[in-house]
DNA sequence: CGAAGATAGGTTGTCTGACAAACGATAGGC
DNA sequence: GCCTATCGTTTGTCAGACAACCTATCTTCG
């Protein structure tokens, strides 16, 4: 496939339809509102994240927390150091294994998380303002089912491309 | 439009519903394929968002390209000069203004361009992988028009929320 | 004309968050 | 009882984001 003229996409690829982009605005703002909504959650959206987790599934052990939210361990560490000291979680030792820790939620932190949920659905309508109310649910509905495709086929890099230069090879500057 | 019940959430909001948490996923993803992909355009991903504005719009300034995607004038500085570098684009003098600055492609930078995009479109099919084809359509719409939307709207906090503590005064702590 | 303020671009420094590496404690296999 | 793997924690390094400042130029107004 030789190169189509390049300046031929069609109006779809210009303004605004750059994937990436789009997604990093959206991101951004959702993390901006987010964090003044939640600023004295420990950590902010971080803290927020964990606390639903733990919330509202049954994850065992801190390292299965972390897989689950695809972060670092060592994250993980002070987050629930904090959330610990703000009497929403407990770190309990696991009494089949004392290596690991198991997290869970106190009534406080479930009563915390179910507000702070509220709000930021709230603030989620808003960052989404742009869309009608029917496409903000098809948006957020598309985000998560792809987003646990993406977690689900974690490797995250298969040489499926291969990766040569984008450059051409210095042919025809102008 | 009141809020309906806010605690009614119902089991749409376990699993990989959050969305803040599911768009930063699919953007990780898209990062680090992208990068992989673009790896010796100037900056990767930044120098790609910059460089298709510059092919596909007709932006004044640099300020005018700085807002344009949202990001620091700092950092416009010097991935415009490294994509000057690799002879992707030129700035030249503004005969009118000398203070400013107009940023044109060259014939390289285009066909680095539609190669670039190529790609990243080829890599964002499969970072949409878990969506059927017809969705991934979609979800890329509705991302533009929200970041659109967003960007349109750019004053990033008004006070519409008032910003109170999520945590419970202390009452029934666990 | 010439001084004052505003604006374009560039430079520097600081700060935060991501990530790798190393560590102590414990579990499980031999 | 040793050896290796695993859990959680700590530490250090690095890149990107952002604010503050600087210079050159334009604009306004006396």
Not at 3 to 26: H, I, Q, Y
Not at 97 to 105: E, H
Request: glycine content about 6%; proline content about 6%.
């Amino acid at each position: 496939m030789s190169v189509t003229d390049p300046c031929e996409l069609p109006a779809d690829r210009k303004r605004g339809s750059n994937f990436g982009w789009s997604l990093g605005m959206v991101l951004r703002r959702w993390h901006e509102r987010v964090e003044e909504l939640l600023k004295d959650l420990p950590h902010g959206s971080r803290g927020y994240h964990i606390l639903a987790v733990v919330v509202h599934e049954e994850v065992p052990t801190q390292g299965a927390l972390a897989a689950r939210l695809a972060i670092d361990r060592s994250v993980l560490t002070y987050v629930i150091d904090d959330l610990a000291n703000a009497g929403l979680i407990e770190r309990r030792p696991d009494p089949q294994d004392r290596r690991a820790r198991r997290v869970v939620a106190t009534e406080r932190g479930r009563q915390t998380l179910a507000e702070a949920e509220r709000r930021v659905a709230h603030a989620e309508d808003h960052v989404l303002g742009g869309l009608p109310e029917e496409q903000r649910r098809v948006f957020r509905d598309l985000a998560a089912r792809a987003a646990e495709a993406i977690h689900a086929a974690a490797p995250a890099t298969d040489p499926c491309v291969a990766v040569q230069s984008v450059l051409p090879p210095a042919d025809q500057a102008s």
